[in-house]
């Protein structure tokens, strides 16, 4: 029997979860398996990888074979090279303090990398909204210009009006004037 370190999809349609496993490699995508290694959640930015690190060395020194997906997985969170380290010391070639060392140090600049990156996503988001914000008011600021220009036009527009109906009006006695005489 031989044995898959794989991704079983779980969630809803367009929002995959995966769990990574061990599964025999005859089972299905999601059906039975052996032992449950972690999660992945790639809904999130950047993605979520939850692993039990020495789980996932165990299968991996039984001679469990990752998928492509689940060895990209697997090299992320440094299960790879901390099975690549066992070899080292099971050879002599390295004790196993310094290939603890070596995975932590590892470990500490690939943490300092996933946090440089969410500092750039929030500082481009936050950037994002900034410029958001100053479009917005410089729309408010036009808005609000050109209802200013609308109602002087309309001021101007009623003083307008008044003038013709005050023209108007002077000229209309003079009209009944000339139909009294016209009369008479």
């Known amino acids: 029997m031989s044995v898959k370190i794989r991704l079983q999809r779980h969630g809803k349609k367009g929002k995959p979860f995966y769990w990574v496993v ?3 490699a005859r089972s299905k995508r999601d059906g039975k398996f052996l032992e449950k290694i972690g999660t992945y959640n790639p809904n999130t930015n950047p993605a979520t990888i939850d692993l039990n690190l020495d789980s996932a060395v165990q299968w991996l020194h039984n001679g469990a074979q990752p998928t492509d997906t689940a060895r ?3 090299s992320y969170k440094g299960a790879l090279l901390k099975h690549h380290l066992d ?3 099971r050879k002599g070639a390295l004790t196993q303090e ?3 060392a070596k995975l932590a140090t590892w470990l500490d600049e690939k943490a300092g990398k996933v946090d440089a990156k969410k500092a750039g996503l929030s500082k481009a988001e936050a950037d994002a909204k900034a410029k958001a914000l100053k479009a917005e008011k410089e729309a408010n600021e036009k808005r609000i210009a050109a209802q200013a220009e609308a109602a002087k036009a309309e001021e101007a527009a009623v003083e307008a ?3 013709v109906v005050e023209a108007a009006t002077e000229e209309t006695p003079a009209v009944e ?3 009294e005489e016209t009369e008479a």
Do not use: H
Request: no cysteine.
């Open 87 to 89: 070899g080292g010391v």
């Open 72 to 74: 990209a997985i697997l």
């Open 177 to 179: 004037e000339n139909n």
């Open 98 to 100: 310094q290939a603890d």
């Open 22 to 24: 061990a599964a025999d």
């Open 161 to 163: 009006s008044e003038e």
